[in-house]
């Protein structure tokens, strides 16, 4: 049958197109050529996500939507298309000719905005785009949610009453303005823990209620009311700083959306094509903003996976993921569940595990990649004999090749890896571990980002605070609180207040250290103004004394200035990759900077870290330590069905990052916060098909034993015991606890009542302990103790 020429031409440009995009599965592909409208790409783990955002982007900025095209262009000849032709049957290698005659409405790459959840991903999508699409791809607006707002509220902040050089407070910085506001109110930090404090008005921002709105909302909730409070006087003090705090990004910039529309219209034109990486960690005030910024163009493209959403505690919502399609109508919706990375062996286990959970869209991953081992299942004694199990794994495998950065132990809580660091250690098993203390939460790069800050923004007197007398400078506390009080009742910031001291008589005697401070700071100001940031730093450890401080210090010193020097590898590397920076931009990118940023594959050694913080990640071989019930799920999910559909989507989240080898391991007894605890193993671990499992047993000859003597009364761990199980109730004689109400516990210490729940004939009450966090007990078994 004769085509006709646009015939011809359409199926010359869809095998063009499709073998350009050879590489792709069917179902990628889909949504590699779907462009417009509302779009959901439900990713399974290892499915090749990062993959299909890469090409998908490729394919807007190289073809538009040509290939669902069915229109040719006017100027396309006989010729043109006997050249696609040949071009299709690889006779041809003129792929710029090509290209041009079949590309249709395609995107400017600077219309694209492609945002991710971590600076380590945001690099490696443009790292990628680079080496697909050339320079094209630096103008692709690749960037975390965070710094994609930094970059609008540098240009449009001061709409809303902040200076463009605003700082981005920590959480370390965000405490010590609570602890202050706490302390204005009068109020005992012992009982309002200022982390629980702080916590409660980031989940305000996430939900994007200002300090009167979520002061409307409290009730008669006392607990909520301080918060409210203090709420007031932090965000005050923060705006008095010219200062901002991480949740602060995500709502100031809806605020402006909302607030200033000719701003909203300005980037909606400017963003006509909006994609979102992992969007099942995305809280409501992200929603809101990417709802905005989409609302004209309706160019919105989510990828995520509901069985991945693991961040509730940090306000993410998974019903943004699920209810897409009804947020966004008309929307196609494309599962990628052929999976790259494991075998079928591990990716039978976490199907089974994760098909206990109802909030979920449902999809089943599989691959070819072969049926692999089996997983290992391993019962130690107890948690000496679960770091042995461990090691001992590890040492084998790396004698039999492979390398230790292979390897990566996955626990529940921070606490579990204590006994596992000892393991690693007695073994001779380099290792290390992510999520301790951070590189720039040491004091001694605090200190250093001090200066820096408030050379960069005079207003921030938080920073200032920190090093006005660091090294000692004979300015004491009464003399800073002076210099506060003065600047509060005039309406002027600190520095302004050293710089004239010698005007206010209040200040006495210290009138010249104050302004001999201020002028040291202020030449270091004109410097920030030339000097490369390598120079600028060695200026300030020199005019500030600093250097000469840790010099003094001995070998602790030395370590310290050796971290500083780190810093100043980084600060030469920032100039290195951005032609256009500055020390505000450089303050910028490390305030947004994360743990897990810092992981280098190539370091060969055994990786210890929280489920959490493996999200995104791959190792061949994966342990999950601590599957006990009360640990995993820990004792304050065991009884609430949202919370074990939370913590089973973070066993499939570990039990997916495996490639090769999966083992799980469990203790008959474990030492933990000072308790002997006794758990069942974890239901997530009865959840896979035995058939899956090569199971071991340290315990299986003692309980043999037992099981030859007499009937002993049940033993409970100190999880059951806490919460009263296999106890008979008491009477529930005077019960009067109230939220509130201060508490003490034996083994958690003191805390306050947040919430009381009648339960049969006794009351769970959910107690925030000031060292341990919010936890659950039933009242008359937990013998709480009204303070």
């Known amino acids: 049958m004769d085509l006709s020429l646009k015939d011809r031409y359409t199926a010359a440009r869809r095998r063009i197109i499709d073998d350009f995009f050879s590489r792709m599965n069917p179902m990628q592909k889909q949504a590699v050529y779907t462009l417009n409208g509302p779009v959901l790409i439900l990713a399974g783990a290892g499915s090749g996500k990062t993959t299909v955002i890469i090409n998908r982007i490729a394919n807007m900025v190289l073809f538009g939507d040509a290939y669902h095209s069915t229109w040719m ?15 299709a049957d690889g006779e041809s290698w003129d792929s710029d000719r090509a290209f041009t ?36 791809a630096d103008d692709v607006g690749a960037s975390t949610f965070h710094s994609a707002c930094v970059r609008i509220l540098r240009r449009e902040i001061e709409r809303l009453g902040y200076g463009r050089s605003f700082a981005i407070y920590d959480t370390d910085d965000s405490l010590r303005v609570i602890k ?50 203090v709420y007031e006087i932090y965000q005050k003090q923060l705006q008095d700083a010219n200062a901002v705090d991480f949740d602060d990004i995500i709502m100031l910039t809806v605020r402006l959306f909302k607030e200033f529309p000719e701003a909203l219209d300005y980037y909606r034109n400017r963003f006509r094509y909006i994609m979102v990486d992992e969007y099942q960690d995305t809280n409501r005030a992200q929603f809101e903003l990417v709802r905005l910024l989409a609302s004209e163009s309706g160019n919105l493209c989510v990828v995520g996976d509901d069985d991945q959403s693991i961040y509730k505690f940090r306000g993410a919502t998974i019903e943004n993921i699920l209810q897409f399609e009804d947020n966004f109508p008309g929307a196609k919706v494309f599962r990628l569940e052929q999976n790259y990375r ?84 007695k073994a001779g098993i380099p290792y290390r571990i992510i999520g301790g203390l951070r590189f720039y939460e040491r004091k001694e790069i605090k200190d250093i980002v001090s200066y820096l800050s408030v050379l960069s923004n005079r207003s921030d007197s938080l920073r200032l605070r920190r090093i006005i007398n660091e090294p000692k400078r004979k300015i004491g506390d009464s003399t800073v609180n002076a210099v506060v009080e003065i600047a509060a009742g005039t309406g002027a910031t600190m520095f302004d207040v050293l710089e004239h001291a010698d005007e206010y008589a209040s200040l006495g005697r210290k009138t010249a250290d104050l302004m001999a401070f201020a002028a040291m700071m ?15 730093l060695d200026e300030l450890l020199d005019r500030t004394g600093y250097l000469a401080m840790l010099q003094a210090e001995g070998f602790e010193g030395q370590t310290r200035i050796e971290n500083i020097e780190e810093l100043k590898s980084t600060m030469n590397r920032y100039e290195e990759e951005n032609a256009e920076h500055s020390l505000s931009g450089f303050l910028e990118e490390i305030s947004l900077y994360t743990d897990i940023d810092k992981y280098d594959p190539n370091d060969d050694a055994v990786v210890l870290m929280t489920m959490h913080s493996a999200k995104g990640l791959e190792f061949d071989n994966v342990f999950i330590a601590g599957a006990e019930e009360g640990i995993f799920p820990g004792v304050q999910a065991m009884y609430d069905p949202a919370q074990v559909e939370e913590e089973r989507r973070l066993a499939y989240v570990s039990i997916t990052r495996a490639k090769k080898q999966l083992y799980i391991s469990d203790a008959a007894q474990r030492m933990l916060f000072g308790q002997t605890m006794r758990n069942r193993p974890s239901r997530f671990l009865a959840e896979i098909p035995p058939e899956l499992c090569e199971t071991e047993d340290e315990t299986l000859l003692r309980r043999q034993q037992a099981a030859a003597m007499p009937a002993k009364k049940p033993r409970y761990s100190e999880s059951d015991r806490m919460l009263g199980v296999g106890r008979q109730p008491v009477p529930d004689e005077g019960f009067d606890l109230r939220p509130g109400d201060g508490v003490t516990h034996k083994v958690f210490g003191g805390g306050m009542v947040i919430s009381v729940t009648p339960m049969g004939n006794d009351h769970l009450v959910e107690v925030a302990f000031d060292g341990v966090g919010t936890k659950k007990v039933m009242a008359k078994f937990a013998r709480l103790k009204k303070v």
């Open 342 to 425: 494991s075998t079928e062996t591990i990716l039978d286990a976490a199907n089974a595990v994760i098909s206990n959970n109802t909030e979920r869209k449902g999809k089943t991953l599989w691959t070819r990649n072969g049926e692999g081992v089996k997983v290992r299942v391993h019962r130690a004694a107890d948690e000496n004999g679960e770091a042995q199990f461990i090691c001992d794994t590890i040492q084998a495998n790396v004698q039999a090749g492979a390398k230790y950065s292979d390897h990566v132990v996955l626990y529940r809580m921070n606490a579990q890896s204590q006994m596992l660091e000892r393991g690693m250690v």
């Open 101 to 136: 005659l079949i590309r249709s409405h395609t995107v400017m790459p600077w219309n694209i905005l492609a945002i991710t959840f971590t600076n380590k991903a945001a690099g490696e999508l443009r790292e990628r785009l680079s080496a697909m699409l050339g320079p094209t």
């Open 522 to 536: 202020r030449g270091l100001m004109e410097a920030a103004d030339t000097l490369p940031l390598g120079e600028l």
């Open 73 to 87: 262009p006017e100027q396309v000849t006989a010729e043109d298309v006997a050249f696609l032709e040949e071009y």
């Open 180 to 229: 202050g506001a706490l302390k204005e109110l009068n109020i005992d930090d012992k009982r309002f823990a200022p982390k629980g404090v702080l916590s409660a008005i980031g989940r305000a921002k996430d939900e994007l209620l200002t300090p009167g709105g979520y002061e409307a909302g409290v009730g008669d909730d006392y607990y909520k009311q301080v918060v409210a409070k």
